[in-house]
Each structure stands twice: as C-alpha cells, then as structure tokens.
Nanobody
Framework: QVQLVESGGGSVQSGGSLRLSCTAN????????MAWFRQAPGKEREGVAV???????DYAAFVKGRFTISRDNAKNTLYLQMNSLKPEDTAMYYC???????????????WGQGTQVTVSS
C-alpha cells in the first residue's frame, strides 16, 4: 500500500512563493507517475502538474511559467515550487501517484490527504 504525505502548504500574499513536498511511503515501483492536483471550494479537482520517473513533466496552462514540478527518486519525494502566486491559486493541493499514466486526469490510484494553500490579495 502506498501512502502519500504532503507538506509545505500555508498562507502567502499575492506574488509570494511556496514549496510543496509529497513523500511516498511504500512501493516506489508503483509510483512512476506523480502529479499535483488542486481543488477549490465548489470546484472540481484539476490537474496542476505531472512528472514521470524520467523527469518528463507537463503543466496545466494556468500555472505554466509560475510552477515547477520535480522529484527526487532516491527519496521518493515529489515537489511543487510555486512562484508568483495569485489569489485564484487558493485551493487544497493534493499529491497523486500511480503506475498508470493518467497524466493530468484525476484518476490516480494513490492520493495524499492534501495541504491547504491560501493566497491573499
């Protein structure tokens, strides 16, 4: 069983930065694809960024140029560096992992509990 534990959320002013982390405990071979999603109140969960074990990554259009996803395979840890944050980035951010390439679709098998990001104007 894979467990994902996120950290790094918090409150920041518009234009600020945060770095989220997600550590996967369990079978690393079952998590070649890892991604960040977010969900704001009253909205559907949406994909933010995804990365595979070879470090190939992709981003949702609304974060390109501002967010950077990375991973440390040795530590089985996923990161999301978020710069130039906007109030509309306020949401619960979730880490997800799977052996199947779901890319930015919210169909991953393994999910973390989420970490709240709040951006004030």
């Amino acid at each position: 069983q894979v467990q994902l534990v996120e950290s790094g959320g918090g409150s920041v002013q518009s234009g600020g930065s945060l770095r989220l982390s997600c550590t996967a405990n369990g079978y690393a071979y079952s998590t070649p694809y890892m991604a960040w999603f977010r969900q704001a109140p009253g909205k559907e969960r949406e994909g933010v960024a995804v990365i595979d074990s070879g470090a190939y990554s992709d981003y949702a259009a609304f974060v390109k140029g501002r967010f950077t996803i990375s991973r440390d395979n040795a530590k089985n840890t996923l990161y999301l560096q978020m710069n130039s944050l906007k109030p509309e980035d306020t949401a619960m951010y979730y880490c997800a992992a799977d052996s199947t390439n779901w890319w930015l679709l919210p169909k991953y098998t393994h999910w973390g509990q989420g970490t709240q990001v709040t951006v004030s104007s």
